[in-house]
């Protein structure tokens, strides 16, 4: 009897669908109680209907009990923050049509309007007393109020010609074009005339947040609540060559301008946070200027005299984030690590690092009087908000906000191989779902994007190796060199490397999977990738042209020379190819798929979005005429209203059923 329903339970199981993907819930946006004693979180629903994620706030407690929803509105609830006391939320809304600041009581009822302001709130933070409002908004930098920026938007609707002109860099940047207007930050007290709110960068050209990705974790209060930190790319700086980001300092007065703290540094600074006495000042650096991903180092200052020593400067790990423990003597931080992205502990008084979560990829993560809380998910689960145990230390769950437990899901397994240069580079296996052992595979070879990434112990929304493993295939993926979480040195060592040390590693991999696993078939091997994998794959194409029954590019480069002058962070290939194409022309050639479009012969799908400013459009159009004019059996699927990625529900159902039917037609 007892085997009977272990055989019904197998069968009633059904494999994991990109529907189930698509209308999965997801959690973020974790903020935990000044006590401890409630997290605050982010769900995230589908709306398949309208066609967009629908979010709401709600409420765990972290000794036990279930999940609660606080908000129910139609509109977007985000951005989680406590009062002081834990009893209330705060948060924004889109409700009523702009995006204001709200309160509510975590025992329920009605959601209070804390602000009426003439624009949206994007982000922000409360004073400790909860009176002063720090937010961020859109403001034409030359306007010293924010009636001013009304009017002149305003007059610009107006406008019946529709030219924009422009004299510098950016004119546009990943998916938007520049209106003129700058991310500034603002200072109001509650209550007061809105009249009364002080731009505190009034007359500076830059972004606080830095754009496109910047939030609310980039500015924070001094301990005397009487000024902000903040983080802005130097404005001396032409934007699309610079990653220095600077810290500054501007009272909240605004009578003084912004004060740059770090003068030396002419690399990334970021991510401000006192310690819990307010006598030291951490953020994260970087050392080598023009370039994104050099290892980020905890970096302590002493407040407010400035002496600084780098914590973490012996780690060979990129920290992610700064939150102290409430006796200030432990920083908690996020960093990826040979495939997986751990929660660490950073003692600040040596520097030595201790993983406290080590399996799986920790999202986010809080802390107050003595309680840790964090988002994790791994390669067959999604994130879900969990707790360190006080007595045993390990990850105890406080939301299932998925009912998976009918859903098959791929086992999977990390595994290395000798790589390029002797190195040990290290990959996963996500087998089939309904995996026989005496059954041999099709696979599906997935390439990460960057090159400065991971494909590692991650569930993904959209690259997700879960959906192949339904479909009938075993997914592999190779952290090739150039990845991040196995050092520094590493990382680094693909600079005008593109087509070379990854290649290889993508080449020895594939022959170790195929030595290693003998469930795989090696004759049925499609590749696929977006972005720096979408280069790749149109390396392959001519490179690698009698190894795939298939391949899928997927916004990615045909032509490094013209591709530099089409994007826009014009630091990325700079740094990657060593100089412009008029001073370096070879590090442009030496490994530019375009030239090797004559050895073309594998059925390939192209995909590219139309607002992708990263990896225009018409890479992807170019990539797809030369299939056609070489005759390679060949489609293109183009999403006019999508960026650098497809994120619209819809979207993603018809890239998954484009790209899994593309996979099954040349393999199956």
């Known amino acids: 009897m007892h085997s009977l329903i272990i055989a019904l339970t197998l069968v009633a199981a059904k494999p994991y669908t990109i529907q189930d993907q698509v209308t999965m819930r997801r959690v973020s946006s974790l903020a935990l109680s000044p006590d401890g004693m409630h997290a605050a979180f982010v769900l995230r629903s589908t709306d398949m209907e309208a066609n967009r994620g629908r979010m709401d706030i709600w409420v765990v407690a972290t000794d036990a009990g279930e999940p609660r929803r606080l908000t129910s509105h139609p509109d977007n609830d985000t951005d989680p923050s406590w009062s002081q006391d834990g009893k209330r939320v705060y948060f924004l809304s889109s409700r009523g049509g702009s995006n204001q600041l709200y309160k509510m009581a975590i025992d329920g009822g009605e959601a209070e309007q804390v602000t009426k302001l003439a624009v949206d709130i994007e982000t922000y933070r409360l004073s400790a007393d909860e009176k002063t409002l720090v937010f961020s908004t859109e403001t034409f930098a030359d306007c010293p109020t924010l009636q001013c920026t009304q009017q002149r938007q305003a007059e610009q609707k107006k406008k019946l010609s529709s030219g924009k002109l422009y004299d510098a860099l950016f004119f546009r940047h990943w998916d938007t074009w520049k209106q003129g207007t700058r991310s500034h930050l603002f200072a109001y007290v509650l209550g007061d005339d809105p009249a009364k709110t002080k731009d505190l960068m009034n007359g500076v050209k830059m972004d606080a947040p830095t754009k496109p990705w910047g939030d609310a974790s980039e500015y924070t209060f001094t301990p005397d609540q009487k000024s902000v930190v903040f983080t802005a790319r130097d404005p001396g700086k032409n934007e699309a060559l610079s990653t220095d980001l600077d810290l500054y300092v501007v009272a909240l007065d605004g009578k003084a301008a912004p004060k740059k703290l770090t003068t030396e540094s002419r690399a990334t600074d970021t991510s401000p946070m006192f310690s819990p006495d307010g006598k030291t000042l951490a953020y994260l650096a970087m050392k080598q200027p023009g370039y994104e991903s050099d290892k980020q180092t905890i970096m302590l200052r002493e407040w407010p005299t400035g002496k600084t020593r780098a914590l973490t400067d012996a780690w060979d790990r990129s920290a992610e984030k700064i939150l102290f423990a409430a006796d ?114 099709p696979v599906a070879y997935l390439i990460h994007g960057g090159p400065q990434g991971s494909f590692g112990n991650h569930f993904h929304y959209r690259w997700n190796p879960q959906v192949y493993a339904a479909r009938g295939y075993v997914a592999v993926m190779i952290d ?65 042209p009698d190894r795939f029954k298939c391949l899928v590019t997927h916004d990615g480069n045909l032509d490094e020379r013209l591709a530099y002058f089409d994007t826009e962070e014009l630091w990325f290939p700079e740094w990657e190819h060593k100089g412009t194409p008029w001073e370096n022309a070879a590090g442009y050639t030496k490994h530019n798929p375009i030239d090797h479009v004559a050895k073309w012969k594998t059925p390939t799908l192209v995909v590219h979005g139309g607002k992708d400013y990263r990896v225009v459009d018409t890479q992807g159009m170019a990539t797809f005429t030369a299939l056609q004019r070489r005759g390679v059996p060949s489609k293109f699927l183009y999403f006019p209203d999508e960026n650098h990625w497809v994120l619209k529900p819809h979207n993603s159902v018809q890239w998954h059923d484009t790209v899994l039917g593309w996979l099954d037609q040349w393999t199956k």
């Open 328 to 441: 200030g003597k432990t920083i908690y931080t996020l960093a990826d690590h040979q495939g997986q992205h751990p929660l660490f502990a950073i003692d600040v008084a040596s520097g030595n690092a201790t993983a406290l979560v080590a399996e799986g990829h920790v999202g986010e993560v809080d802390a107050a009087n003595g309680h840790i809380v964090f988002t994790r998910d791994t390669l067959k689960a999604p994130a879900d908000v969990f707790t360190l145990d006080p007595a045993t230390g390990a990850a105890k769950p406080l939301t299932a906000m998925n009912d998976l437990k009918n859903v098959a899901f791929g086992e999977f397994e990390q595994f290395d191989f000798t790589g390029a240069a002797g190195d040990k580079v290290y990959g996963f296996v996500v087998k089939p779902a309904t995996f026989d052992a005496k059954k041999k595979y």
């Open 480 to 544: 090739f060199h150039g990845s991040t979480g196995y050092g520094q040195a590493f990382t680094d060592s693909i600079r005008d490397d593109w087509g070379g040390k990854p290649f290889e590693d993508l080449q020895l991999g594939l022959a170790a999977v195929a030595k290693k696993y003998n469930f795989v078939d090696e004759k049925k091997v499609c590749a696929l990738g977006a972005s720096y994998g979408g280069f790749m794959v149109n390396w392959i194409a001519g490179n690698w």
